[in-house]
């Protein structure tokens, strides 16, 4: 079925390490891929997005790849913080705002 | 200072009583989005809206209702026919269905008991 899941349910990262978290994908229709990250008890804030005419987007410490082939998308965050702890969502797009599909969530820990 | 609210943060209703959550935007947005979140899970469409006086269901829209009179607003009523209501709900917003960025309030947990 259509689906956006996650390969691990929770990762836990050493404060300055880099953190990859993962997320597949199953419909090859969706052209647009976003990433959030949630804090504890708060709404999801938009970390960085990518289209499918594109296979690496970079951020300010973040950066989203993008494997077509496989229906893979990562979450790369250079020289983890403590203040990256959340919750990690990524979701798929088909088509507009109402269309998105949003995965169950990665919960990052970092270790000081 | 532009977003959008919710509110209250926490709920607290007993079973078999209606209860309206409260969303407002003033991003000036038309498109406006009701989300629920289960602990584990992602994030289920209940209901949007494209534009003031118009709305369409979701994937779990059944026990809900909604209205936009206003550009700003999209209130959530959870009446008595859905029978999980306890779940963190989340108000979002955007330019336009037609467009991919929702924007999303802080969130009301609902707790019915």
């Known amino acids: 079925g259509e689906s956006v899941g996650l390969h691990l349910p929770t990762l836990s990262v050493q404060e300055g390490d880099n953190s990859i978290i993962n997320c597949a994908y199953s419909n090859s229709a969706s052209d647009y891929f976003i990433w959030y990250k949630q804090e504890s008890g708060k709404g999801p804030q938009f970390i960085i997005d990518i289209r499918s005419n594109m296979d690496k987007r970079q951020g300010q410490r973040v950066t989203v790849l993008l494997n077509k082939t496989v229906k893979h998308l990562s979450l790369q965050i250079a020289a983890t913080q403590p203040g990256d702890s959340a919750v990690y969502f990524c979701?798929?797009?088909?088509?507009?705002?109402?269309?998105?599909?949003f995965g169950a969530g990665t919960r990052l820990f970092v270790k000081a | 200072d532009g977003g959008i609210t919710q509110s209250p943060k926490y709920l607290f209703r007993k079973e078999g009583q209606n209860v309206t959550l409260s969303c407002e935007q003033n991003l000036n947005h038309d498109a406006m989005y009701w989300y629920r979140q289960d602990p584990g899970q992602g994030l289920r469409l209940i209901y949007y809206?494209?534009?003031?006086?118009?709305?369409q269901k979701g994937d779990i829209a059944e026990g809900y209702s909604v209205s936009r009179e206003k550009k700003e607003s999209f209130p959530l009523t959870v009446t008595s026919a859905q029978k999980n209501p306890t779940a963190f709900y989340l108000c979002?917003?955007?330019?336009?269905?037609?467009?991919?960025?929702?924007?999303f309030g802080p969130g009301t947990r609902l707790t019915v008991t």
């Open positions: 979002a917003s955007g330019p336009g269905t037609g467009t991919y960025e929702q924007y």
């Open positions: 809206s494209q534009i003031v006086n118009d709305f």
């Open positions: 979701a798929e797009n088909r088509g507009g705002g109402f269309k998105t599909i």
